[in-house]
């Protein structure tokens, strides 16, 4: 159960002392990206840090690195004792998400880390995340239509909650490519608390050769949103700007448009698109890259989809599927340490596929059986383009899959 508020983590936190400087990275789309993008920035000008995005993609403590590592299973589950009895003793009922941000944030303190990347967990104003006491800069990524349930129902509306991270002299970075109506939202909040605003806009800047070339635009979107607000966080810094952006495109963001081989599982010698999209405004990014990279060969796109329980993934459809795909339909299995988070049923994404009208070549119900479903499409594409997408939980999946 998600219960947003920022009561029971301060109290976990409330003698925990926070001596590094945290960079703290809201939006609906790409903040992962951005994270680790500053990630690699800061680890190029030797400046130690940490990092907190979530989900988690196979292990728990995954999502919390010291220096571009993940911590060890040791480290995390000797913090998280600490912050676990804490809870206990103090009776704050904290939720699972705020007990991970207190173990992440008591990791940084014991590793004397420089800097903290923080990606927001849900929303911003009341996200646990949002009890960083010193915050460098903050970033707002591109946002969309997600968790309305929580965060309202407009853009505008979800734009004021994650507007909430701007604290008082702190700068905030924006991605310029949202629409006017969010900067605007964004904007007033940023007066209200005296906070300036600095507009992450690719029409500034001249990005050069394979910059241009092998990054989409959301991603050099992201990419600047990183080098802004690394250049406000550490504006001492030696590195050129295209040598910051060099290195941060380097970065590697599992599960993002990311080119895997699944030979030793199926057999398939052709790699495979895995792609954590969840929404509409992510499947659209995906979409674009599929139409220009994959569907450019003249071979029908073979899906290997799953989503989450609740969603409503009618829109998320319209935009991947095109007549004579192929597609099967699998639920992710249960997500340690957020036991909130369910599967939606396989039989739904078919039945949702029917309504919406688009004629699919061939379809199969994996249900829970991941493997069963990747077997099948393996066969089903004949070396074609094969993505995996629809939610981070399947992408963790495929990712355990394939370390087993």
Known sequence: MIE??????????????????????????????????????????????????SPHLVHRWDCITINDSAVSENQ??????????RNEEEH????????????????????????????????????ATNALKHKAVTVISKIGLD??????????????QKAGIIRPDVPCVVDASNPSSVVAVIRSQADAAGANIKLADLQSIDLRGKLSEQLEPHQQQNLLCAYEAFHLAYPGHAMSMQD????GANAVWPGRLQSISIEKVTGRTEPI?????????????LSTFVERRLRAYGKPVTWVLAASAGKDISEILKVLLHEGDNLTAVEFGPVDGMPW???MNSATILQTIESIGVTISAKQDAQADIMAGLDWASKISHGGPLVVAGSLYLVSDILKLLQA
């Open 4 to 53: 947003l508020g920022l009561t029971r983590i301060a109290a976990l936190l409330r003698n925990t002392p926070q001596t590094w400087k945290a960079i703290h990275v809201a939006g609906t789309n790409g903040k992962g990206s951005i994270c680790a993008y500053l990630n690699a920035m800061l680890c190029a000008n030797r400046l130690s840090c940490g990092r907190f995005t």
């Open 76 to 85: 995390f589950r000797h913090f998280e004792e600490l912050v676990k009895k």
């Open 92 to 127: 704050l009922g904290a939720s699972e998400f705020e007990l991970l941000a207190a173990t992440a944030f008591e990791i940084f303190e014991a590793a004397k880390v420089k800097f903290g990347v923080i990606e927001v967990g849900l929303g911003g104003r009341l996200d």
């Open 147 to 160: 968790h309305q349930s929580f965060l309202g129902n407009t853009l505008e509306e979800i734009a004021l």
């Open 244 to 247: 910051l952006l060099n290195v």
């Open 273 to 285: 698109l895995l792609d954590g999209a969840h929404n509409p405004q992510s499947a659209d990014v």
């Open 341 to 343: 988070v369910r599967s």
